[in-house]
């Protein structure tokens, strides 16, 4: 009774995540000019529309710029501080962690609020760099995660046997711990690029008159002009996300992989 019970609840919360984004995605692809469900025929056209206008690849490009930065800023500085945490925090370890995963859980519109006023006095407001900074705070945490779970794992006495053998603390984190850890730290920085790409509120706060995100024209267009063309962007948005989430589920299988001892 207990399994029954448990795979009618997850298929339950299956449906409650997934319904919308099946009713929205059909949409796509539907020959009316406005949002219909069921679909109107079929027809790619809002696609090539899409593509097809330079205020939408401008966006477009200007999320990609973003998300690739904001990926190489929140891979770095998150490596570097799940390995401090791990191999020298001491007793503030705790304490460090749970300020670096704040973001998580503290609502968007309220960092969003914050990065706002602060950007403003700071000159940042409506700039690349201030874009980049704001996404990496909320995507450094999931870096953190994803290389802390990969660095629990690796033998610290590694790390001194290389240095016993004259090399500095540097080598022998890149010789020997980074090798081990890659496929996590490339987990961690699909992670952040996806989740800078799909940003919308903070994008929201931080726009400037010429340069916006995706996510912030898709409003844009949803308050004067909703037509089909948002849901082609939906569901390119979404294969994208589907493909991360494949790339970083067999990075993880790889990571867990190179763990195992040999032999097994």
Same mark, same amino acid.
């Given at each position: 009774?207990?399994p029954?019970?448990?795979?009618?609840?997850?298929?339950?919360?299956?449906?409650f995540?997934?319904?919308?984004?099946?009713?929205?995605?059909?949409?796509?692809?539907?020959?009316?000019?406005?949002?219909?469900?069921?679909?109107?025929?079929?027809?790619?056209?809002?696609?090539?529309?899409?593509?097809?206008?330079?205020?939408?690849?401008?966006? =477009?490009?200007?999320? +990609?710029?973003? $998300?690739?930065?904001?990926?190489?800023?929140a891979? &770095?500085?998150? @490596?570097? #501080?799940?390995?401090?945490?791990?191999?020298?925090?001491?007793?503030?370890?705790?304490?460090?962690?749970?300020?670096?995963?704040?973001?998580?859980?503290v609502?968007?519109?309220?960092?969003?609020?914050?990065l706002?006023?602060?950007?403003?006095?700071?000159?940042?407001?409506?700039?690349? =760099?201030?874009?980049? +900074?704001a996404? $990496?705070?909320?995507?450094?945490?999931?870096?953190? &995660?994803?290389? @802390?779970? #990969?660095?629990?794992?690796?033998?610290?006495?590694?790390?001194?046997?290389?240095?016993?053998?004259?090399?500095?603390?540097?080598?022998s984190?890149?010789?020997?711990?980074?090798?081990?850890?890659?496929?996590?730290?490339?987990?961690?920085?699909l992670?952040?690029?996806?989740?800078?790409?799909?940003?919308?509120?903070?994008?929201?706060f931080?726009?400037?008159?010429r340069?916006?995100? &995706?996510?912030?024209m898709?409003?844009?267009?949803?308050?004067?002009?909703?037509?089909?063309?948002?849901?082609?962007?939906?569901?390119?948005?979404?294969?994208?996300?589907?493909?991360?989430?494949?790339?970083?589920?067999?990075?993880?299988?790889?990571?867990?992989?190179?763990?195992?001892?040999?032999?097994?």
């Open positions: 009774m207990r029954r019970l448990l795979d009618a609840a997850v298929a339950a919360i299956l449906a995540v997934l319904l919308p984004i099946l009713i929205v995605l059909p949409m796509a692809f539907s020959e009316t000019t406005y949002l219909a469900f069921p679909p109107k025929g079929f027809t790619t056209q809002w696609f090539h529309e899409f593509f097809d206008d330079r205020r939408w690849m401008g966006a =477009l490009r200007f999320s +990609l710029e973003i $998300a690739a930065a904001t990926a190489f800023l891979t &770095l500085v998150g @490596t570097m #501080a799940a390995y401090a945490l791990l191999r020298g925090a001491g007793a503030i370890g705790t304490v460090f962690r749970a300020l670096l995963v704040g973001p998580i859980v609502p968007h519109i309220a960092l969003a609020v914050a706002y006023l602060f950007f403003q006095r700071t000159g940042l407001g409506g700039t690349r =760099l201030g874009y980049v +900074l996404h $990496a705070v909320i995507a450094m945490p999931f870096v953190v &995660l994803t290389v @802390t779970a #990969a660095l629990a794992s690796v033998d610290p006495a590694l790390e001194d046997a290389a240095m016993i053998c004259g090399a500095s603390r540097f080598t984190f890149r010789s020997v711990t980074l090798p081990l850890i890659l496929p996590n730290v490339v987990s961690g920085a992670f952040a690029f996806i989740i800078s790409f799909d940003e919308p509120v903070v994008a929201f931080l726009a400037g008159i340069d916006k995100t &995706l996510p912030r898709m409003f844009d267009d949803i308050e004067q002009n909703l037509t089909p063309v948002i849901p082609a962007i939906a569901v390119l948005l979404t294969g994208l996300s589907v493909a991360v989430l494949i790339s970083a589920a067999l990075l993880r299988r790889l990571s867990r992989k190179n763990a195992a001892p040999a032999g097994e």
